[in-house]
């Protein structure tokens, strides 16, 4: 739990995880902040957030979490600017993001940076579901109460927690 500008939020971070470079606690200022971001939204209701960063040896690869039947499709992205609320700040990850254990048997992921396209920071448009993990991420106190995660979910504990919290930012019109 952070107290940063005023501002209580509870920041996570893996136990096999360092920040490397800047300031890993002022990386997670937006939460709790009214801003203008650029959000992305896809025709499929889904959006991929692994197609923000560069893997190595370009291999496209998704997100713990995100459905099976989504991937390998190509849906119609756009992007408007939008100012909101940030209720969760989710930074990328590098070297080995989580990704599903069926594609890390496959794929030996290695992310080197995130895209350019993407800098500093994007949200998930209105009616756009991806899941987030607990590696590097930030919530506002207002939704703490909500990262509730049953142990019975087990390893995916986090990510079916991650769509209740997009679900109901979206249908109080804030921003992940």
Known sequence: LAYIN??????MIDDDNFPILGDFFGSHNIVGTETEIELISSDSGWYNVAESMIEKDRIPFYARGYPWPERFKSPKITKIKKRG?????????????????TSRLFWPINTIAMDSRFEPNFG??????APFNDQNTAICKEIMPVFFR????GRN???WTSYVIVKLADHMGDII
């Open 6 to 11: 005023g501002c209580e939020r509870l920041i």
């Open 85 to 101: 609320k940030v209720v969760s700040n989710c930074g990328m990850v590098l070297g080995e993001p989580d990704v599903d254990a």
């Open 124 to 129: 998930l448009g209105p009616g756009t579901w």
């Open 150 to 153: 049953p142990p019975s979910t």
């Open 157 to 159: 504990c986090d990510i």
